[in-house]
């Protein structure tokens, strides 16, 4: 195969640029000793960052690797690709490989999030028979990346199909070879580089629990050529794939199937830690799981019981957002204390409200609204007593006492909710360039040397 190059690569440069949310640039994920680049259709491998997989064992800590990679500078090879069958008969299917496979199946990446527990990015893709939504974790607690894909159709499927390949070439640095030695286990595949024993595995699942199985092929792209792999264990330019087989999927109903890649020194270490990833349950380390209630699993400070902050998110989980701070509208009378609100406990005191019986100062406004005091705030004088013809007290009148003084910020605050802290966009997400612990990675992958067509 050859790289998409000239037209055809301007052509999905421009279809990528416009459709994907985060840039090619933010397409990235990484840890103290991994980082991956996504492409735009879901592969890794980000053209843009010259990035695949780069892992070094013992991190930024340890002494800088002489082959500090596993996937670019060989030939890149990272494939997703799926096939369904209807009920009645009709077939179709897509292979996520770019560049190698000339497609423009650009997903509309919409978030990317970076927190202490995970780097991920979240994206969506629509075909006209089904719907596809999809996240690529990276945990920060252990070498390992979670893509999870919901596929939903819109006809009846008798048959879905999923996989995917990857060639890590980890030796083709120090040994000029693309050989790795290549293991099959239970559930999982493992390609190892001959030097130092750094391995890549994958490993996959359907939320049913049906392992996908494991396979060796060469140049394998679509799930015929997986399913149809006859590769055998041992040390050769081959290629691990796995595969996932659902029998049926329902019209409108979704159905989540989960790739791991596992990266550790020794085949069988990263093949098992691999398998194990697909039963993680709390991909944020938060000590819950979404069936135990956590809102966000993809966010280390939201969970049940978490502590609520003016961040337009629901922290608690609790299905109001910002309640009980500073942010928040408590009370249910479209104004929050920022916006002037000075008592969030009752709906009848806000901005520009009316008179309220028994409320000292219904508007806010730092006026008080007692009975015999609109004469005094208008014309700055006491009551003449013009209906009695009598003259009225001339004593300066007893000065009125508001509980919350002037509205002012500080009077509020300081008998008010504590606010922990606000993200101003309202999103736990960031991007942010490079960190300076991977900056190795990146430079690796920049003066590493290309494989040519094989």
């Not at 190892?192 to 750094?198: C, F, G, K, P, T």
């Not at 922290?315 to 969030?344: A, I, K, R, W």
């Not at 101003?424 to 067509?453: E, I, K």
């Amino acid at each position: 195969m050859v790289p998409l190059t000239g037209e055809g690569m301007w052509t999905l440069w421009l279809l990528t640029t416009a459709i994907a949310a985060v840039p090619a640039d933010d397409r990235w994920i990484g840890n103290d000793n991994l980082a991956a680049g996504v492409n735009a259709d879901g592969s890794f491998g980000n053209g843009a960052l010259e990035l695949g997989f780069l892992w070094d064992p013992d991190g930024a800590a340890g002494p800088i690797p002489i082959t500090g990679d596993l996937m670019w500078v060989g030939w890149r090879w990272d494939v997703w690709a799926w096939d369904w069958t209807t009920e009645s008969g009709e077939t179709g299917g897509e292979s996520h490989a770019a560049p190698h496979i000339g497609n423009d199946y650009a997903i509309e990446w919409s978030e990317r999030r970076t927190n202490a527990s995970l780097d991920a990015l979240i994206g969506s893709y629509t075909t006209e028979m089904l719907t596809v939504e999809t996240q690529i974790v990276l945990l920060h607690r252990s070498d390992v990346i979670v893509h999870d894909i919901w596929y939903t159709p819109r006809e009846d499927l008798s048959l879905l199909r999923v996989g995917r390949t990857v060639d890590p070439d980890q030796d083709y640095w120090m040994l000029d070879s693309y050989a790795t030695l290549n293991t099959i286990g239970d559930g999982w595949v493992s390609g190892e580089s001959a030097l130092d024993e750094r391995a890549l595995a994958l490993a996959g699942t359907t939320e049913l629990g049906r392992l996908a199985t494991p396979r060796l092929c060469t140049w394998c792209d679509t799930p015929d050529e997986m399913a149809d792999s006859t590769g055998e264990e041992g040390e050769a330019d081959i290629h691990p794939n796995v595969l996932v087989t659902l029998s049926s999927l329902a019209a409108g109903e979704s159905m989540r199937v989960r790739f791991a890649y596992g990266f550790a020194i020794g085949g069988e270490a990263a093949g098992l830690l691999a398998v194990a990833s697909l039963s993680i349950d709390d991909l944020d380390d938060d000590g819950l799981s979404e069936a135990e209630g956590d809102c966000d699993d993809l966010d280390p400070d939201t969970f049940p019981g978490a502590v609520e902050r003016a961040d337009s998110l629901d922290n608690d989980c609790d299905g109001t957002v910002d309640e009980d701070t500073l942010e928040g509208d408590d009370d249910g009378d479209g104004f929050s204390e920022t916006e002037g609100d000075c008592d969030d406990e009752n709906p009848d005191v806000y901005p520009g409200a009316e008179r309220v019986d028994g409320v000292t100062n219904a508007d806010c406004d730092g006026v008080s609204d007692e009975p015999g005091d609109d004469a005094a705030e208008d014309t700055g004088t006491t009551d003449t007593g013009m209906d009695t013809g009598e003259a009225s007290d001339t004593g300066v009148p007893e000065s009125v006492d508001t509980p919350y003084g002037t509205g002012d910020s500080e009077d509020i605050a300081a008998d008010g909710p504590i606010v922990i802290g606000k993200q101003g966009s309202g999103c736990s997400c960031s991007s942010s360039p490079t960190p300076g612990h991977l900056a190795w990675l990146v430079v690796v992958g920049l003066v590493c040397r290309r494989r040519t067509t094989p």
